[in-house]
């Protein structure tokens, strides 16, 4: 089974709207994280958003925030106002029990800002 | 500012040739890992290094590939006998927390293997 699922393979949005970017993980670990990065056609990936399981809330890190409801196994990043150079490659990624550092991403889903 | 940096970008090799990469982590950062991207998927993780220790590596380093790094600092990642599905964009990450912490990644090497 996928570790992580990125349904969306491209979504587009239009300036200054709001956007949600799917993405349902996989694991039977009680303790584990989840990541959001942003890639852009430049090639280099930019962390966006972490939320650990056993945080309470959801995380938010400006326009970002992300969705987490833990039961349905979800972890949807949200985009407010989006803005241009909000168009790239977005990857959902999951790290498993403390101690191992192995990163697991998504295939992502490739958002385009509409002006 | 000195983020993570990998040299060379681009490299174009012939097949059955050895390749090798270096990536300079954040330089406080005593974790680094090794990722590889194909085309239209996410990164793949290779190999994780504490300080000069190689703490884990995937089943997908295969004994064509080698990681070292030697003095903990920066890292070198070889090829050898490449193959064309060796093609691919090599990610190398550093991070200063073990856990719940991002990794700040470096431009990638793009390696063509003709």
């Known amino acids: 089974a996928q570790k992580i699922t990125q349904t969306q393979p491209g979504m587009f949005v239009q300036e200054k709207e709001a956007v949600t970017l799917d993405c349902t993980y996989d694991t039977s670990d009680q303790s584990y994280g989840l990541f959001w990065y942003k890639q852009p056609s430049s090639g280099e990936m930019i962390f966006l958003i972490y939320q650990g399981s056993y945080d309470e809330q959801n995380a938010t890190e400006g326009r970002y925030s992300l969705n987490f409801q833990k039961a349905r196994k979800s972890a949807n990043l949200v985009i407010s106002a989006s803005q241009l150079g909000d168009s790239a490659m977005y990857f959902c990624?999951?790290?498993?029990?403390?101690?191992?550092?192995?990163?697991?991403f998504g295939i992502g889903t490739k958002l385009q800002v509409i002006p | 500012d000195t983020g993570v940096s990998q040299d060379p970008r681009h490299k174009i090799t012939k097949r059955g040739q050895n390749v090798t990469f270096r990536c300079d982590p954040i330089?406080?950062?005593?974790?680094l890992y090794w990722y590889r991207q194909t085309l239209g998927q996410g990164p793949e993780f290779l190999t994780y290094?504490?300080?000069?220790?190689?703490?884990?590596k995937s089943r997908l380093l295969s004994d064509r590939f080698s990681a070292e790094r030697p003095k903990g600092s920066f890292s070198t990642l070889e090829i050898q006998r490449t193959e064309q599905g060796d093609s691919a964009m090599y990610l190398c990450?550093?991070?200063?927390?073990?856990?719940?912490?991002?990794?700040?990644f470096g431009p990638g090497t793009r390696l063509t293997v003709l």
């Open positions: 290094f504490q300080n000069e220790a190689q703490l884990e």
């Open positions: 990450a550093s991070s200063s927390r073990p856990y719940d912490d991002e990794q700040f």
């Open positions: 330089s406080e950062h005593n974790r």
């Open positions: 990624a999951m790290r498993e029990k403390r101690g191992y550092q192995k990163v697991t």
